[in-house]
């Protein structure tokens, strides 16, 4: 069992920066690839980004490339999504999620947390 927490949600300007966080606790955190996704009221969950376990080429969604990057620090048991440039298209709740093994855009992913909420204002 792997418990996720996601905080360093809020209200950001049209431009500004945000960074969120994924904690882990539970199983060892260095086994999981962690993945990062939105939803907004209405729509269908959306794939944002997600790294493998040992950090190396992570993958973005093509709405995020360039303006959102994806890091962990296995030590600390944490994934940060920095977010940069920041559109108003980008509320939505953010969820981090887990998963030991498998495809890292397309697959299941097995632990989520309960969301940050992103408030983008024009």
């Known amino acids: 069992q792997v418990q996720l927490v996601e905080s360093g949600g809020g209200l950001v300007q049209t431009g500004g920066s945000l960074r969120l966080s994924c904690a882990a606790s539970g199983r060892t955190f260095s086994n999981y690839a962690i993945g990062w996704f939105r939803q907004v009221p209405g729509k269908e969950r959306e794939f944002v980004a997600a790294i493998g376990r040992s950090g190396v080429s992570p993958v973005y969604a093509d709405s995020v490339k360039g303006r959102f990057t994806i890091s962990r620090d296995n030590a600390k048991n944490t994934v940060f999504l920095q977010m940069n440039s920041l559109k108003a298209e980008d509320t939505a709740v953010y969820y981090c999620?887990?998963?030991?093994?498998?495809?890292?855009?397309?697959?299941?992913?097995?632990?989520w947390g309960q969301g940050t909420q992103v408030t983008v204002s024009s």
């Open positions: 999620a887990a998963v030991p093994t498998g495809p890292l855009r397309g697959g299941t992913w097995d632990y």
